[in-house]
């Protein structure tokens, strides 16, 4: 049963083969199972979801019930959910109850899905391996001693191992793709404001976008039908119709062209990672695309740049986080200040409060044009990289990760080399481009990701892409031995 | 760059966070590392290029001045840590 795709699952519960209540307690057996050993969620929503599946059931007898009514799935702990704890991963939101609906969340529950449960989740969404969060690391179903990738690890982990059909996950900078590539997801990133940020916790709120991570495009064209969309309630959502993402998943890829950056194949890159990725291409080849090599010539700039404008808004947006309105309150404050630091202090981790400190240096006086002005320069270079290549080709292909997961603790003590972790995946979010991560082959029985980028509001070629793919490859159906 | 104890100590300050002593000398080294990175974009000529706020250039969107939202003053102060009579409660400001 967890096998299926949501299209299956669908039929089965329209032929009445199964009933919501049935597939959602399959899937929260499955939870109560595994997720001891993997911390994919921070909260399960056991009686909640019983209760949504009871009454899509109601919709099956009433025929009132749609593509996805009745399928369950899960939310990263990032977007607010009413009367259910949103905690961010954070021991400042440990006992947040969010008092209304994210738009993601609404649209969901709209559409008739089942939430099982809210992810577990870099705190605040600032982390690439899942061990910033307060409720402790998330495993990879594939080798447990091994991170999943984050921020979204516990929706990529809990997605992998099938503990739900599918998942909600945000990616800032890579948030999304890094994870879907660790642990074998088809995970999509939408062009910045495709999807509503309304109600979703901000992290950096220039770049973070939500997206799904599924088990393959055919479910996520599904999902992005649903969460697409314009929102009056987010001042940045875009205004623009929603194609049906599923219309054109078969669409020929006859003629379309690819381009291969050159800096996307460099030094750090492993050679076994390269390699699935080279394997890749020539598939995309025998489907009919032609190759050409491209070069993004400012690429070296995206770190740098992120890592200002990122704690840059990252400082701005978490400082309404000070034990006032909601959220941890540090006990018998001595005056307003001791309050505003020791619930700060006390709220946020390590990770979080350096970000807050880089930000709130590089926007202070003085520091404002060497380091913020400057990064939005780069990022205008980075961003005008990528529009000259898409002059010469349709999408932009390379890795998502520049290694399989790594162990955990690995790199906790040395945060620069886990900023490295996404090198492939920030320019995207500093263009504002969409990407995608599809299973792509495996290195020493780890997962690898190939990444596809493309143009503004892309998203049905990017899908269209990766379908066509897993049509003539079976990685994306390979499942972790010890969860199958 | 190179920040130091003082630095950190500065910088939590504005930030209105409390760094433990014995943590200090971490913190700086990391944030040292950081800006390290950080100081790849110093090398680039950007004199000509116009900084880019929003990925998509587009501006803040306007709505009419009406009323939209209701009032929902106690379901949002149901989650404040310390409320009374509608207010949220802090520390005594002003003796």
């Given amino acids: 049963m967890q096998n299926k795709t949501l299209t299956e699952l669908s039929e089965l519960l329209h032929k009445g083969e199964t009933t919501s209540v049935e597939l959602t307690r399959h899937f929260l057996d499955r939870i109560n199972t595994h997720n001891t050993q993997l911390n994919a969620f921070i909260s399960v929503c056991e009686v909640s979801a019983l209760a949504q599946a009871a009454a899509a059931d109601k919709q099956f007898e009433n025929k009132t019930a749609g593509k996805l009514t009745g399928i369950p799935m899960a939310h990263k702990d990032i977007f607010c959910t009413k009367g259910v704890r949103t905690s961010c991963a954070s021991k400042m939101l440990d006992r947040f109850v969010a008092p209304y609906d994210a738009t993601v969340v609404e649209k969901i529950a709209a559409s008739g899905m089942v939430m099982l449960g809210k992810t577990n989740m870099d705190e605040f969404a600032m982390g690439s391996s899942n061990e910033t969060s307060f409720y402790g690391p998330v495993k990879n179903p594939w080798d447990t001693d091994r991170v999943p990738g984050g921020s979204s690890g516990g929706s990529a982990a809990a997605v992998a191992a099938r503990l739900t ?46 997206g799904p991570m599924a088990a393959n495009a055919e479910d996520a064209a599904l999902m992005m039908n649903v969460m697409s969309g314009f929102d009056e309630r ?23 062209r690819i381009g291969l950056p050159k800096e996307f194949f460099g030094e750090g890159l492993d050679p076994q990672v390269a390699a699935n990725v080279e394997t890749a291409i020539r598939a995309f080849e025998k489907l009919g695309a032609s190759i050409k090599q491209i070069s993004l010539p400012n690429s070296h700039l995206a770190v740098s740049t992120y890592y200002v404008v990122a704690p840059a808004e990252c400082s701005s947006n978490l400082s309404r986080m000070d034990g006032v309105r909601f959220g941890h309150r540090a006990e018998n404050p001595t005056d307003l200040l001791d309050l505003y630091q020791r619930s700060r ?44 290549a898409f002059q010469e080709v349709d999408v932009i292909m390379g890795p998502t990760a520049p290694t399989t997961a790594f162990r955990l603790g690995e790199k ?25 991560s599809i299973p792509a082959g495996f290195a020493e029985g780890l997962p690898t990701g190939l990444q596809i980028i493309g143009n503004y509001f892309d998203e049905a070629r990017l899908l269209n892409i990766a379908h066509r793919y897993q049509q003539v490859t079976d990685w994306h159906k390979q499942i972790p031995r010890a969860f199958a | ?68 939202e209701q009032d929902q003053r ?21 003796e």
């Fill in chain 1, 234 to 256: 987010d001042s940045t959502s875009v205004d623009r119709e929603v194609p049906d993402y599923t219309a054109t998943l078969n669409n020929s890829l006859e003629g379309l």
């Fill in chain 1, 345 to 388: 202090s006390e709220g946020f981790g390590a990770e979080v409060k350096r970000r807050i400190m880089i930000g709130t240096y590089v926007l202070s006086a003085g520091y404002y044009d060497a380091y913020y002005l400057k990064a939005q320069q780069c990022r205008r270079l980075i961003s005008n990289d990528f529009q000259r």
């Fill in chain 1, 165 to 210: 059909p599918i998942a909600t996950g945000t990616d800032t900078g890579g948030s999304i793709r890094q994870p879907s590539s660790l642990c074998n997801l088809t995970g999509l990133k939408p062009t910045y404001g495709r999807i509503s940020r309304y109600g979703m916790i901000a992290f950096a709120s220039s770049l973070d976008q939500a």
């Fill in chain 2, 74 to 94: 106690v379901l949002f102060q149901s989650i404040a840590p310390e409320t009374e009579a509608g207010v949220y409660l802090v520390p005594k400001v002003i």
């Fill in chain 2, 1 to 68: 760059m190179n920040l130091d104890k003082s630095d950190v100590e500065k910088i939590a300050h504005l930030a209105r966070l409390t760094i433990d002593d014995a943590d200090t000398a971490d913190y700086a080294h990391d944030l040292n590392n950081i800006f390290q990175l950080v100081e790849q974009m110093s090398a680039t000529d950007t004199a000509e290029v116009s900084p880019m706020a929003h990925p998509l250039d587009a501006h803040q969107r306007l709505r009419p001045d009406v009323v939209t």
């Fill in chain 1, 412 to 436: 906790t003590n040395d945060p620069v080399a886990m900023y490295l972790a996404d090198i492939y995946t920030i320019s995207t979010n500093l263009a504002g481009l969409p990407g995608m």
